[in-house]
C-alpha cells in the first residue's frame, strides 16, 4: 500500500534545550525509539533544536552520545540546529528541558502559532523525584548523563501515553 502521509499529516514533537548537543537530542534519541518500536514512526514526526546558536552543524556531545549508546539509542547522525520561526507551525507539541528555555519560547513563539509549549518534566512520573527541569549535563561530571537519560525515558513513556490517548494512535 502507498503511505501518502508526510510531515504534514503527522503529529509534530519537538524537543529543545540550549545548545542541541546534550539534553535534546537525547530526547529525540530517546523519543524516537519508543516510537519505533511502537510502531508510530509514520504518526509521530520528532525533531530537536537549540534556542542558541553555540553550536550549530556540531553533533551531540561525545558523553551524551556514548551514554545513550549504552541503552540503545543511536544519536551519531544527528547535528544541532536552532530552533526557528517555522517550527512554530511544524510541531504541535514543544517540549523545552528547563525553564529558561521554556521562556525564550514563549518569546519567540508566533501569535498565529498554535504550538503547545511546555516542560518535558511536566511528563514525568511521580515516583521519579521532584525535579521539574532536566538539569544541563555540559558542564558536570558523567553521571549527569545518565541522570538526563533516567528522565527522559520516564517522560518519553508518558508523553506518548498521552498522545496516543489524545489522538487515538493504536498504530
Ligand atoms: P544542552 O547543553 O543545552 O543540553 O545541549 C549545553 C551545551 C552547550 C552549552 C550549554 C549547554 N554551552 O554553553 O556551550
Known amino acids: 500500500?502507498?503511505?501518502?502521509m508526510n510531515n504534514m499529516n503527522k503529529i509534530g514533537v519537538l524537543f529543545i534545550c540550549l545548545g542541541n548537543i546534550c539534553r535534546s537530542p537525547t530526547a529525540e534519541g530517546v523519543f524516537r525509539k519508543l516510537v519505533q518500536d511502537?510502531?508510530?514512526?509514520?504518526k509521530?514526526?520528532?525533531?530537536?533544536a537549540g534556542t542558541s546558536q553555540y553550536h550549530i552543524g556540531?553533533?551531540?556531545?561525545?558523553?551524551?552520545t556514548a551514554y545513550a549508546a549504552?541503552?540503545?539509542y543511536d544519536?551519531?547522525?544527528?547535528?544541532?540546529?536552532?530552533?526557528?520561526?517555522?517550527?512554530?507551525?511544524?510541531?504541535?507539541?514543544?517540549?523545552?528541558?528547563?525553564?529558561l528555555n521554556l521562556l525564550d519560547l514563549q518569546l519567540l513563539q508566533p501569535e498565529d502559532s498554535s504550538a503547545i509549549i511546555s516542560l518535558i518534566l511536566d511528563y514525568k512520573s511521580d515516583t521519579i523525584g521532584?525535579?521539574?527541569?532536566?538539569?544541563?549535563?555540559?558542564?558536570?561530571?558523567?553521571?549527569g548523563f545518565n541522570h538526563v537519560l533516567n528522565l527522559l525515558e520516564d517522560a518519553s513513556e508518558n508523553l506518548l501515553s498521552q498522545l496516543r490517548a489524545?489522538?487515538?494512535l493504536n498504530r
Open 75 to 99: 544519536l551519531a547522525q544527528l547535528r544541532a540546529r536552532q530552533v526557528s520561526r517555522n517550527d512554530f507551525y511544524k510541531f504541535e507539541y514543544i517540549l523545552a528541558m528547563d525553564e
Open 130 to 143: 521532584s525535579e521539574t527541569q532536566v538539569p544541563d549535563p555540559y558542564f558536570g561530571g558523567e553521571q
Open 58 to 64: 556540531v553533533a551531540p556531545d561525545a558523553r551524551a
Open 70 to 72: 549504552e541503552r540503545g
Open 166 to 168: 489524545k489522538h487515538q
Open 44 to 48: 509521530i514526526n520528532i525533531d530537536s
Open 38 to 42: 511502537a510502531g508510530l514512526d509514520v
Open 1 to 4: 500500500m502507498v503511505n501518502y
